[in-house]
């Protein structure tokens, strides 16, 4: 896996807001391992990118769309592109995941980064996504409002960051995620929180130290 180092890639975002960390493992240190739930997504995504475009009841279902904007420097490809018959078009960018709808927007946030790329690209304003989750059969209907726009401009903007800065974030204090983790093995993170411990009471007593000189 590349990234390209102008453009960020739409995937890379969900990474970035499930984990820092793990974005930082998988798109500055090019680190990848596959476990059930990413093969099960690569395979999920396989079967949803061979379909050809068709048109049904006033809507055009396009897949498998390569996505680019060069404002906010993202690439990548989004899964389906319903656009419903009208004046103007609607565009609804639909992603497809494995797993069930979650509390946290790691998902709309890559939904809303393919929206923000339609516009720029078919020069439209996108009001609605849509994901479909095939563990639970349910298709979720997102707003593409104000708040989860500022939410997404943000991740790409700290993603980019780490990008940047070459160095690959701190572990998450969110503990429950690092078990459906992939990288799991590769991030050690008990062992790189220990070492964040040891090192917040070696630099607490040197500042005292500090603190106590004459
Ligand atoms: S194991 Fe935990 S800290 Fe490490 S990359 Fe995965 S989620 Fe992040």
């Not at 994901?131 to 409002?145: F, G, P, S, T």
Request: net charge negative.
């Amino acid at each position: 896996m590349t990234d390209d180092p102008q453009r960020l890639m739409l995937s890379a975002l969900q990474h970035y807001a499930f984990c820092p960390r793990q974005f930082g493992l998988i798109h500055v240190e090019q680190a990848w391992a596959e476990n059930r739930f990413t093969a099960e997504g690569k395979i999920l995504h396989e079967r949803v990118d061979s379909g050809v475009a068709e048109q049904r009841k006033g809507i055009r279902y396009e897949r498998g769309v390569l996505l680019l904007s060069e404002t906010l420097g993202l690439t990548g490809k989004m899964d389906l592109l319903e656009i419903e018959s009208g004046d103007p078009l609607l565009y609804r960018p639909v992603e497809y995941k494995r797993g069930k709808p979650k509390l946290e927007d790691w998902d709309r946030i890559q939904l809303c980064a393919q929206a923000l790329c339609i516009e720029e690209m078919r020069a439209t304003h996108v009001t609605h996504g849509a994901i479909w989750y095939w563990e639970v059969r349910k298709r979720e209907l997102v707003e593409i409002d104000d708040k989860l726009r500022a939410e997404t401009v943000n991740t790409i903007s700290n993603a980019k960051a780490v990008l940047d800065s070459g160095e690959t974030p701190p572990p998450t204090d969110e503990k429950k995620r690092c078990r459906a983790c992939s990288l799991c093995d590769l991030c050690q993170p008990d062992i790189f929180r220990a070492d964040r411990s040891v090192k917040y009471v070696s630099d607490l007593y040197s500042h005292d130290e500090r603190a106590e000189l004459p």
